[in-house]
């Protein structure tokens, strides 16, 4: 008979900082964007329409391009500016900048037929809920 005392494991259950989730909500987000974009090009007339200068309803320009362009660099520029920028303007940047791409998420899915376009669309809504939501639930500490 074994008398030894099998003690109970516990998991340890790291707690991350705020800065880090937003960060990684941010990064997460734009992997969907990326995802969702590269699909895309598979819906049968999409290269087509690309190559005849028509992304969507819009044509391809330079003002298209460059707004877009700033579109994604937001998402791109709050991985880092998540990380490193003070506490009070983090937490109004990440929900000025969260709430403005849900409006965006959402319009994108205006008309949208296609499943994985959907789907996309809705994760993304959701991580960006995420990430208002972290933002506006921002830890406090005594002064």
């Known amino acids: 008979m074994n008398s030894e005392k099998k003690s109970a494991t516990i998991l340890e ?21 990326i995802y969702v974009d590269i699909f895309r090009f598979f819906q ?41 920028l003070k506490a009070k303007v983090n937490r109004w940047l990440n929900i000025i900048m969260g709430v ?20 996309g669309g809705v994760v993304e809504v959701v991580l960006l809920s995420l990430i208002v939501w972290y933002a506006w639930n921002w830890p406090k500490q005594e002064a």
């Open 100 to 119: 403005l791409h849900i409006v965006i998420a959402i319009a994108n899915l205006i008309g949208e037929t296609w499943a994985y376009y959907i789907f």
């Open 44 to 84: 049968p007339g999409e290269l087509e329409n690309i190559l005849a200068g028509k992304v969507w309803i819009f044509e391809i320009t330079q003002t298209w391009a460059l707004s877009a362009m700033i579109m994604m660099t937001i998402p791109s520029l709050m991985v880092l500016l998540s990380l490193i």
């Open 13 to 33: 259950d790291m707690n991350v900082n705020i800065k880090t989730k937003l960060s990684i909500l941010w990064a997460t987000l734009m992997f969907i964007y």
